[in-house]
């Protein structure tokens, strides 16, 4: 499968798939016990501005009231008074701390949500709060931080394979991935990442390959029991190849498309799963071959060529 016309994805949506949630979230969360009043509702929504706040229970989040509960409990009888355990969102929408931006971001999208609870994924406490602003400020600073680590490389750093004398120079690097954590998921692409970064190639090149390499991790990630990435190195090119031991995919021409995804409902629950991992792989690399069978694993293969 080959692709001429690749896409370049800005540094902008490289850092929704390189940070996570706990990177950019607001972290001195107000927060009301179930017991509190609507009446303190009132008066922490006006001091702090803010339209929601978190209610918890020893540090573990049991429900959300905004400013809509308030309204409606003042229309409704006006007892001011009345439990918040009473008006609360029980069922409350949350994102976990390890999540990546990119998933989020999506959720943003297509709820219309303000604000997510932050949660830890281990012990399941209240953490955080991350709104859209969230993202921006901290997709900001971490600009800010890469822009002085450019200028500093560009005076600093030259290309590897220059220094090197040969009729055919190949960099082989190996990351082995395990299925099911996703508290690890996109650490190997970051490795990679910021190994391109030091062998000199240039930011949209590192972009392309970070991008389609977290894809193909996440898809190891989420439906494998394990697997690995190998990035062959040259002057003028990266090859990824993605190998897992997983259940194959029965229908490679649908898993092509934008939206398709076989993740179960547990995965999506985890933020994951959203069916662009193949078709965000085919649009950022320059040659793409994918090879897969049924109980036996899937063979990922693309190259992106160094601008």
């Known amino acids: 499968m080959k692709k001429m016309d690749h896409k370049v994805p800005s540094k902008i949506q490289e850092l929704t798939y390189e940070l996570k949630v706990?990177?950019?979230?607001?972290?001195?969360?107000?927060?009301?016990?179930?017991?509190s009043t609507m009446n303190e509702v009132r008066s922490i929504l006006k001091n702090n501005k803010i339209s929601g706040i978190p209610v918890v229970d020893n540090d573990r989040l049991v429900g959300i009231v905004t400013i809509e509960d308030?309204?409606?409990?003042?229309?409704?009888?006006?007892?001011?008074?009345?439990?918040?355990k009473n008006r609360m969102t029980k069922n409350v929408a949350t994102v976990y701390s390890d999540e990546p931006i990119v998933q989020v971001v999506s959720k943003f999208d297509k709820t219309g949500f303000g604000r997510y609870?932050?949660?830890?994924?281990?012990?399941?406490?209240?953490?955080?709060?991350?709104?859209?602003?969230?993202?921006?400020?901290?997709?900001?600073?971490?600009?800010?931080?890469?822009y002085q680590k450019e200028e500093?490389?560009?005076?600093?750093?030259?290309?590897?394979?220059?220094?090197?004398?040969?009729?055919?120079?190949?960099?082989?690097?190996?990351?082995?991935?395990?299925?099911?954590?996703f508290d690890k998921a996109g650490e190997q692409t970051s490795k990679l990442r910021k190994n391109l970064f030091r062998l000199g190639f240039l930011p949209d090149t590192i972009r392309r390959v970070a991008i389609a390499a977290f894809e193909a991790e996440m898809n190891i990630v989420i439906y494998t029991p394990e697997g690995e990435i190998v990035a062959k190195i040259q002057p003028d090119k990266i090859m990824i190849n993605a190998v897992d031991t997983g259940p194959?995919?029965?229908?490679?021409?649908?898993?092509?498309?934008?939206?398709?995804?076989?993740?179960?409902?547990?995965?999506?629950?985890?933020?994951?799963?959203?069916?662009?991992?193949l078709p965000n792989i085919k649009n950022y690399s320059d040659e793409m071959t994918l090879e897969s069978e049924i109980?036996?694993?899937?063979?990922?293969?693309?190259?992106?060529?160094?601008?």
């Open 295 to 307: 109980n036996k694993g899937t063979n990922l293969n693309f190259v992106v060529y160094a601008n």
């Open 70 to 84: 308030l309204i409606i409990c003042l229309l409704k009888d006006g007892r001011i008074d009345e439990k918040v």
């Open 117 to 146: 609870p932050v949660i830890d994924r281990d012990n399941k406490k209240l953490v955080g709060i991350l709104t859209k602003g969230d993202i921006i400020e901290g997709m900001l600073k971490k600009l800010e931080i890469d």
């Open 248 to 277: 194959g995919i029965p229908d490679v021409k649908k898993a092509m498309c934008p939206g398709y995804s076989t993740a179960p409902d547990w995965v999506r629950e985890l933020g994951f799963g959203a069916g662009m991992g």
């Open 152 to 181: 500093i490389r560009t005076y600093r750093a030259s290309h590897i394979f220059t220094d090197i004398t040969s009729d055919d120079s190949t960099l082989i690097l190996k990351y082995r991935i395990a299925g099911g954590e």
């Open 22 to 35: 706990g990177q950019v979230m607001h972290k001195n969360v107000t927060t009301l016990k179930p017991d």
